[in-house]
Structure formats: C-alpha cells, structure tokens
C-alpha cells in the first residue's frame, strides 16, 4: 500500500507483523491503531481512528489494560488528538478485547459507545457470570455435548485466585443500542451498521460504502477463521448465523477488509469465499466424525484435525478443546438443519449424533 507513512513495511514472513505497536495511515484520515492483549493467541486487537474535525470516532476499543490504555493515548497523540477528543466509540461486539476500554475511559471523558442491539442478552449473561448468579454458557452447554471431564477442567482454571488474577471489568452498558441498518453520519464518512450474528449473537459491522471498505469486527479475519459463538449466552444456531451472516457480506460491493485482528486486506469477498469453503471442509470432516454410529460433539471433535497445524484433539489445552468441541457442536447442528444428521437427547440431556435415515422410497 503506497499510502502507508508510519508503519513498518510488513514482511510477507511475517504474520505477525501487523500486531507490532504503531499507527498505520490507511489514507482519507483513517488510521489502524494495534492495541496488545494479555496471552499471545490474538496478538492484539485492531482500534480504528476516524479523524474529524470536531474529535476522533473508533471503531472498537481494545482491552481495559494500562498498557493498552497508554498505546492508545500515544497512537492518537502521533495523529494530533488527545483521549479527550474522542467522539464515540463504536464497538463491533461484546467480546472483552473490544469493549472494555471503551467503558473504563467513558468513565473520565465524553467518548459515548454504540453496541448492536443484539448484545444485550449477551451484556445481561455477562453481569450474571460477574455477580456469581450464574456459570457462562460456554461452560453449562458442556453437559449436552458429553464434555462434563473438560467442564470440570475449565472450572478450575477459570476459578479467580492467586493464579489466575482476574482483572476488574467494567460491564456498563453502551450509551446507545444500534439497530441493524442504522445509518452513522461521521461527516467525513458515512457508516452503515449491519447486523451479522455468528461470532456472537449481537456482531455488527461498519460498511463505508463510498469509501469502499468494511469495518469486520470479528467476523471476517484474514489470517484465522473466528470463534463461532464462544459467548455468555450461547445458541446452537451460531454457525448457521455465521454462515448467512458470511453469505450477506457476498451481497455488499467487494471492499477493502478492515479486521480487529490481522492486516488490512484488499478484498472482503476473497476471504468470505474461503471461510465458506474451510466451514464446507469442516461440515463434511463432522458428517464423517457421525458415521460410525452415534456420537456426542466431544466425541466427534476427537476425531477431527484442528488449527492450522492439524493437530490433535488431545494435545491442545482445556480452553482450546472447549472451542473445539463448542465449534463442533456448531457444525453437528447445521447438519441436522440440513437433514444429514439427526440429533438424539438422552434423558438426561446429552445430545448424540448419527446420520439421517435415508428417505424411503416406494
Ligand atoms: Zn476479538
């Protein structure tokens, strides 16, 4: 990109590049502004700033860390604003790495944050969980997926304690619900939010159309296929929400892909295409996973290779096989919605998995 004054010039070696600290221009006065996360699965999550002449407007907010905090405040300061300037904070989803230094720095500045309606329930389940009232979804829908072992394991390491300092997190709501469709006027640009559950059920995302590029959250990411409803309130249709949510994307003109993780890319309809196509692979490696009989969704996602390095179920660590099998689980449901499988519950409320009957024919 010819347009990039700041940023080091990234290494195709490197995928990782885009995570290193600074200010990207991206051109027309829209600038990415990495922001690092704790652990390294993410790297860092991806602010964008909108200059206007009145404030700056983000989009998402980055993580409630002090380090976080003061990479923002020096980004904006190379690109002549102060934390004060901040206009509105417009958060893709409910997830901590986007939202929760949108609320702590509300608390002292003027900045009002904008969240799709459709994270309410998510907002509700979270201060639940907060409030001891209440274990995540993720973890209560182990049961019906076979997986009581792996919850137990997940109990312990999500237990607060010396070992596993939670940080304090603020979960306010947003100033204001967005619907989909709402039309934000920015003066220098024009932003459409556009409603696409998937990756939580309330997910949206920002569409310049003029200025042809796409503000994708977590939806659409370049280098990894995201979570499918890793979430306080879960729902067993998250993948087949993810993927009319990916189909809708195909809809709008093809635009530059502006991700909350990883580079900006050229072209948003080039990856839809192959996050369609890896789901496609995925539901037919899970369709196979239920063709010896009936199976739990932790029992199919045992046999299926995962991340990129195919690796095996066993090896990865208690967090990693909870999304495991909750993905599974995901793509075992959009089988039975398409009538390959059929789903059973035992009575006490374990769901397995075998192929559909063929139809009879006479
Ligand atoms: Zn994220």
Redesign the pocket.
Known sequence: MDHVKSWPPASQADRHAWAAPGVEDLGGGLYRIPLPLPGDA?KA?NVYAIAGEEGVDLIDAGMALAQARERLTEALGEIGYGLGDIRNFFITHV?Q??YTLAVQLRTTLRGQITLGEGERINMEAIRQVAAGQSEPGFVMMLHGMGADRLADQVRELMAPGLANPQPHLDWSDPDRWLADGAVLDLRSRTLSAIHTPGHTRGHVVFHDKAGAALFAG?HVLPHITPSIGFQPSITPMALRDYLASLRLMLTLPDSRLLP??GPVCDSTHDRVHELLAHHETRLEQTREAASAGPVTAFQAAGAIPWTRRLRKFTELDPMSQLLAVGETAAHLEVLVVRGQLARDTSPDGVDTYAHAAPPTSR
Request: aromatic fraction near 0%.
């Open positions: 993410l999550v997830h790495d986007h977590d909350a993780h």
